[in-house]
């Protein structure tokens, strides 16, 4: 897999170390790769980035989706495309449908979209790896699978088209980390009978 990590900040730095480390090839793309200072993996222009990456993941204010798939649409053909901005003041906070119209021959999945950076940056909560939740389609579980199991962080499938049921699960984890005060450093994880002791579940 070949990743390019779309913006520079906390997200986009943070999955970016994450990725590396675990050795997928990674770059970050960015408005300005010169301003880029202490990058944890090489920083490219995001046309670049683009063009050598069979997976794109964005990491930009959701508000500037729209203007990069303007741009660089045509460039995430044959891509899949893993959305981790959020449209926080909009109806719909994922960009599936944007990413559809402006890029339509790219593949998309959401993910690391329902989390604080702080969870990615340390996916341990307890000593206990957090559940992170994501949809995409089948084809693309795998990789996102693959992500997500590169941060630390324990992939939990909802199945394909369930951008906005993701998205649902960004409230109340905002709802719960934020408001009720059990701060960022917060995740979830799923119970079920093949966690029992004894059983081969999962890690
Ligand atoms: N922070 C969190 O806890 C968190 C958790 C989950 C999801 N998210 C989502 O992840 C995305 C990134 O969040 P963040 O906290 O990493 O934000 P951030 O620290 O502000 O970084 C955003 C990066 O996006 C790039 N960018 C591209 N177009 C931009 C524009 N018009 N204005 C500003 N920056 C632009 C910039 O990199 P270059 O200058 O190098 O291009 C910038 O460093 C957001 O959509 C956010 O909703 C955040």
Redesign the pocket.
């Known amino acids: 897999m070949a990743v390019a990590v779309i ?6 730095s943070t999955l970016a170390r994450a990725f590396g480390a675990a050795g997928l090839e990674t770059v970050l793309g ?3 790769p010169g ?2 200072a202490d990058a944890p993996v090489k920083v490219v222009t995001v046309a670049e980035a683009l063009a050598g990456a069979d997976t794109v993941v964005l ?6 989706v729209d ?2 798939l303007a741009e660089h649409g045509p460039a995430l053909d044959g891509r899949l495309v893993v959305d ?3 449209r ?1 003041a909009a109806p719909v906070q994922n960009s599936a449908a944007e990413v559809a119209e402006r890029a339509p021959g790219a593949r998309y999945a959401r993910a ?7 969870v990615f940056a340390d996916p341990l909560i307890g000593g206990t790896a957090s559940d992170h939740l994501f949809s995409a389609a089948e084809e693309d579980r795998a990789a996102v699978e693959e992500l997500i199991s590169a941060v630390g962080l324990r992939p939990v499938y909802l199945g394909p088209d369930q951008y906005e049921l993701v998205d649902r699960a960004l409230w109340i984890w905002f709802r719960l980390a934020v408001a009720q005060g059990h701060g960022r450093h917060s995740g979830f994880r799923l119970l079920t009978d093949s966690d029992a002791p004894g059983s081969d579940a999962r890690d």
């Open positions: 913006g520079t900040g906390k997200i986009g960015s408005r300005d301003a880029v990491a930009q204010p959701g508000t500037a203007e990069f981790a901005a959020n926080l690391f979209s329902s989390q604080g950076v702080e």
